[in-house]
């Protein structure tokens, strides 16, 4: 069981670049969530996405797209690489989305560190 | 808007004390509250979390939290602190019964564990 699976690890880019950071889970899980992480600033969320089809936007959205065309797959696009996009972003997943069972704990993946030159 | 506040960016405890994780939060209605911890380059892992009944919630690695309705709190303790436990952690919150509402981290206080 992979659990949730991110890649690359590393990446550097130019400014002006794009490039999609991929998030896989094999669990099932419904909901899928992309956060970046700064020093000092914690875990902002991007995009989430509560099923096939369906995404929304986080507390951070600009400059970056989200598409949930399966179950399993939650890619981060990024369209046009800026200095401030230089960060950590973390997928997460979780089984439940509605708040009737309280079971909405999010799987982790190992993280992608993003370099914007 | 939900919102979790942790004020202190370091906590410093010696091997063996106990030790506390303050974290305080805004949420309309009732939360759902969550502990995450950070271990050096590594994603974060789900140590404890309250959604109803008692107030007292005791996780993995021996941590336990206290939730605070009055004082919107839900702090994080440790009878005796270990060295393996200095890392990172997190606070979060979702508001109970809105379905589709993402989960919002603070940013962070760094437990540091002296032997």
């Known amino acids: 069981n992979a659990g949730v699976t991110q890649t690359p690890k590393f990446q550097v880019l130019k400014t002006g670049q794009s490039m999609t950071l991929q998030c896989a889970q094999d669990?099932?899980?419904?909901?899928m969530s992309w956060y970046r992480q700064d020093p000092g600033m914690g875990l902002r969320l991007i995009h989430y996405?509560?099923?096939?089809?369906?995404?929304d936007q986080g507390e951070v959205p600009n400059g970056y797209n989200v598409s949930r065309s399966t179950t399993e797959d939650f890619p981060l696009r990024l369209l046009s690489a800026a200095p401030s996009q230089t960060s950590v972003y973390f997928c997460a997943s979780s089984q439940d989305r509605s708040f009737s069972s309280g079971a909405n704990v999010l799987t982790f993946g190992a993280g992608s560190r993003l370099t914007v030159l | 808007a939900q919102s979790v506040a942790q004020p202190e960016d370091q906590v410093n405890v010696a091997e063996g004390n106990p030790l506390t994780v303050k974290c305080t939060y805004s949420?309309?209605?009732?939360?759902?509250l969550f502990w995450y911890v950070q271990y050096p380059n590594r994603g974060l892992q789900f140590l404890l979390k309250y959604i109803t009944g008692d107030n007292l919630v005791k996780g993995s690695y021996g941590f336990e939290a206290e939730f605070n309705k009055s004082q919107t709190s839900f702090h994080l303790k440790k009878p005796s602190a270990l060295v393996s436990d200095s890392a990172l952690y997190f606070c979060?919150?979702?508001?109970?019964?809105?379905?589709?509402?993402?989960?919002?981290f603070g940013k962070g206080t760094t437990l540091s564990v002296s032997s």
């Open positions: 996405s509560v099923g096939a089809g369906i995404t």
């Open positions: 979060a919150v979702r508001p109970a019964n809105q379905a589709g509402t993402a989960l919002i």
């Open positions: 949420v309309s209605g009732n939360p759902y």
């Open positions: 669990m099932n899980h419904e909901y």
